[in-house]
């Protein structure tokens, strides 16, 4: 299995060589030549290809090679179905309600935020987010659901948000959970730590540099890799003046 998509251009070409490969199994060859050395051909070999199209950061499959493949198209997930069933099992009981909440917001947000390359409200956003919400859950079990939701969709998207598409996403979160002011989650103890470490570096602990480096935790708690990003001198490696 090849997720071709995330191959570099110059890389698919050396997968035309396949073709040797299926000419081989068309022959019912036991052996047969690769780049110039005789392999052994196991019989029930099987050559995948998967494609993502449109998607950002993708490439797409040059045509000798879609020409060496049998296509076969999917269909588009039912993400609010999949959203539910993912807030069941993280102990979520009224998840049919706050799953379409959820898909609501990120929908709107698709289609009413300005468009950023680092912008993602697809299956991987959701599911991440999702995992922050059981977390939370399990952490605060007395708080009502739509609360925990709601402070997980605000808090660990807002973040990623530039200046100008914010007030548009609390907008949204406001329409979606009305009447809801839900306390940011705080870490005093991390944020003292914070602060002492900005002061050793003889910068100004501002609260909202400070509020900027509780997120960056917070994100790498959930994501692989983060990114920072945002204008010079906006606070991205140090500084008294948070990023946008």
């Not at 997120?215 to 990003?229: A, D, G, P, T, Y």
Request: proline share 5%.
């Amino acid at each position: 299995m090849l997720e071709a998509h995330a191959a570099a251009f110059e890389s698919l070409s050396l997968l035309s060589q396949v073709k040797c490969v299926q000419d081989a199994i068309r022959a019912k060859k036991t052996t047969f030549s690769f780049l110039g050395e005789m392999i052994a051909l196991v019989p029930t070999v099987g050559l995948f290809i998967t494609m993502n199209p449109g998607y950002a950061g993708r490439t797409e499959l040059p045509e000798n090679l879609k020409a060496l493949f049998r296509p076969c198209a999917m269909v588009v997930p039912d993400f609010e179905l999949i959203c539910e069933i993912m807030l069941v099992a993280e102990g979520f009981l009224d998840a049919k309600l706050l799953a379409r909440k959820f898909i609501t917001l990120y929908t709107l947000c698709k289609e009413l935020l300005s468009k950023q390359d680092h912008y993602d409200w697809g299956l991987r956003a959701i599911k991440s987010v999702l995992v922050v919400a059981g977390s939370l859950k399990r952490g605060d079990p007395g708080r009502a659901e739509d609360q925990v939701l709601m402070r997980a969709l605000r808090d660990f998207n807002t973040p990623k948000i530039v200046t100008d598409d914010l007030p548009v996403f609390m907008g949204l979160i406001g329409d979606l959970f009305p009447a809801l002011d839900v306390p940011r989650k705080r870490d005093l103890n991390f944020e003292k730590v914070i602060k002492q470490s900005i002061l050793e570096l003889r910068l100004q602990a501002e609260e909202s540099f400070v509020l900027k480096v509780v997120q960056l935790e917070e994100l790498l708690q959930v994501r692989h890799s983060v990114f920072v990003i945002g204008n010079a001198g906006c606070g991205k490696s140090q500084g008294g003046r948070s990023p946008p």
